[in-house]
């Protein structure tokens, strides 16, 4: 099935046990060397009928499990994963690129999801009214859906599945995931740490592929909800194909987050915390930071100085070594793609204040590395305005009020994140009361929510009613039953007369 046999060959993870399926395949890249180094199964629809079939068996007892139970995997899992935190980050970073520092961020992000869902027994504690009527009580509680699947972005190849999953299976739903193709490993590796745990087989099931596999989550009658996380196109169409079919969905999209800058911010603190947002993880981060908005010629001015300062500071090379700030994008195509933009920029008339273009990293001349950008001058109607660009391109817009720029803001399509460098607490008032955004910083420039609130943005960044993870996420991955109960009783002379017709 694999036509390179001297590369790492990667399947899937079916009802407790790794499995092939599918006759495609293709490459996995490692970016800092620009080496296939592994080939990954593509699944069929017959194998990814296995994967809901096995959840499907899996459902009946690990539903009656009590939420204890299910908790103390959680319990373990979350062991677990801080014990193999290194192993899953060399993973990580061998097929996303991202320095290993960043990928051990993003696995102690998973890993409070996981701590999270470990609260499952108050999660689910219900809601109790005693006494709505004479001698009766009424309660909502709130049930699993059955199997329900997750398809996950390349840019997070361990967070995003542990915002799904964990929380699902603890709710006493099985599970089916679909991550991303480009860096499969840290799903299944993930995978076999929950079993060690204690998940029982079926519960969690990984499928790797495309869109074939992606199409039989979506229509297969057995899966009752669907949570989606990549861009904006493939979310709106998981989120019309999914629904068309009768599934509970939440998709979220695409982003291109803004962050003000007010003439009385502290610059050193802004550029330093914008450094950060722009190119961590070499921009690949749906909470990135894209654009700043500057209010005032001197405070632009000021920033993009300061930026220049800093971009001279960075180090650019495989993210194995501790020394860099930033590896490489994630595939030779979604280089090429980024440095299209940086083309585009300068063709729109945006002046390119730094250059990455020209970077060399020695010893990987093949690898997928792309310098940070910095534009100044950028304005809406730019496409490097209005797209998302996913690397490490940073775009400097001027503007002469907060108004002004936060009519921008909510005139762009999307509404993922934003924020705002003030020392002004009116103005920042006013900006998180008022901005269309779902997620919002005040001197915080990736205003990320904790693992027990909800991550979701707004406009087109998510498509669906709930947030991912926390308190949106127990209620997307339970159906809630309100039952309502009279035990009539001989002794009770006073009750609720139900009788009819009621002057007998
Ligand atoms: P992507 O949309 O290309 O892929 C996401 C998933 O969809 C993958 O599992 C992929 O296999 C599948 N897929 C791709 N094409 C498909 C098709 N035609 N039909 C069905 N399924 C398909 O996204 P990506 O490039 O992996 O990830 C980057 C994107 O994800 C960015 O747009 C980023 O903003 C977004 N993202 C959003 C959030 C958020 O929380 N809003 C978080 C992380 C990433």
């Known amino acids: 099935m694999y036509d390179k046999p001297q590369v790492t060959a990667i399947g899937h993870f079916i009802n407790g046990q790794h499995a092939t399926g599918g006759s495609r395949s293709q490459d996995v890249f490692n970016p800092a060397v620009g080496n296939a180094e592994k080939r ?49 980050c060399r993973l990580i970073t061998a097929e996303h690129g991202k320095v290993l520092n960043d990928a051990l961020g993003e696995l102690q992000r998973g890993i409070e999801n996981v ?19 004479p001698g009766i009580d009424s309660w909502s509680e709130f049930q699993p859906l059955g199997v329900v699947a997750g398809i996950t972005p390349f840019n997070f190849p361990a967070m995003v599945p542990l915002w799904m999953w964990p929380i699902a299976v603890v709710c006493g739903n099985t599970f089916v995931l679909k991550p991303s193709e480009r860096d499969p490993s840290a799903a299944i590796a993930i995978a076999e ?61 695409g982003a291109k987050n803004h962050a003000v800058v007010m003439p009385d911010a ?24 894209p654009l700043v908005v500057a209010v005032g010629d001197a405070t632009a001015d ?26 490489p994008l994630v595939t030779r195509e979604h280089c090429d793609k980024v440095r299209g933009y940086v083309e585009q920029g300068v063709r729109e008339g945006a002046t390119l204040v730094v250059d990455g273009r020209g970077i060399k990293v020695a010893g990987h001349e093949k690898g997928y590395y792309l310098g940070a950008c910095l534009f100044d001058h950028v304005k809406p109607g730019m496409r490097i305005y209005q797209e ?31 924020c705002i460098f003030t020392r002004d607490g009116e103005a920042a008032r006013y900006f998180t009361d008022h901005i269309q955004v779902g997620m919002v910083g005040v001197n915080v420039p990736l205003p990320v929510p904790v693992s027990y609130h909800s991550f979701g943005g707004w406009k087109r960044s998510l498509f669906g009613d709930l947030a991912a993870y926390g308190p949106d996420a127990v209620r997307f991955y339970t159906k809630r039953k309100t039952i309502t109960q009279r035990w009539p009783s001989a002794g009770v002379r006073e009750g609720a007369v139900f009788s009819f017709p009621s002057h007998r």
């Open 302 to 327: 000021a920033v993009v100085e300061k930026l220049q300062t800093e971009i001279a500071k960075m180090k650019v090379g495989p993210g194995t070594d501790t020394a860099n700030d930033m590896g």
């Open 40 to 88: 990954v199964a593509l699944a069929d629809k017959t194998t990814v009928e296995a994967a809901i079939a096995a959840a499907q068996a899996a459902f009946p007892a690990w539903r009656n499990t009590t939420p204890a139970k299910r908790a103390e995997v959680m319990f373990r899992l979350k062991q677990l994963l801080e014990k193999h935190a290194d192993r899953i």
């Open 266 to 289: 502290d610059i050193g603190n802004a550029v330093n915390a914008l450094m950060g947002a722009a190119y961590g993880s070499c921009g690949e981060r749906c909470m990135a930071v």
């Open 388 to 418: 998302e660009i996913f690397g490490p391109v940073l775009g400097v817009v001027r503007t002469e009020s907060l108004q002004q720029a936060m009519e921008m803001i909510d005139a762009h399509e999307y509404g993922n994140g934003t």
């Open 115 to 133: 701590a999270f869902a470990a609260y499952a027994p108050e999660l689910l504690k219900g809601e109790l009214s005693r006494n709505v009527g």
């Open 193 to 253: 740490l929950a079993h060690e745990a204690g998940l029982p087989p079926g519960v969690l099931n990984v499928v790797n592929g495309g869109k074939e596999a992606v199409d039989v989550l979506l229509s297969d009658t057995r899966v009752q909800a669907v949570s989606f996380v990549g861009s904006t196109p493939i979310a709106e169409y998981v989120y019309q194909t999914g629904s068309a079919h009768g599934k509970r969905v939440q998709a979220l999209g």
